[in-house]
């Protein structure tokens, strides 16, 4: 499911996502905007939730 998540990030973002940018966001150095949250999630037929996990302390 990565390898989707990446090609359809890749897909969503085009042309105005960078490499880096995308790198960032797997790496979790920072997030994609929640408009391409929804985006991902609809093509990925996930709900949005689905891309968050509660940080433990």
Known sequence: ???SS???LI???KPKA???QISNWI???NHPTIDK????AKLLDVKV???YQE???
């Open 6 to 8: 990446i090609r359809a």
């Open 18 to 20: 960078t490499s880096q």
């Open 37 to 40: 949250v929804f985006k991902l």
């Open 1 to 3: 499911m990565l390898i």
């Open 27 to 29: 790496n979790m150095k």
């Open 55 to 57: 940080e433990e302390n």
């Open 11 to 13: 897909y969503l973002t």
């Open 49 to 51: 939730d689905d891309f």
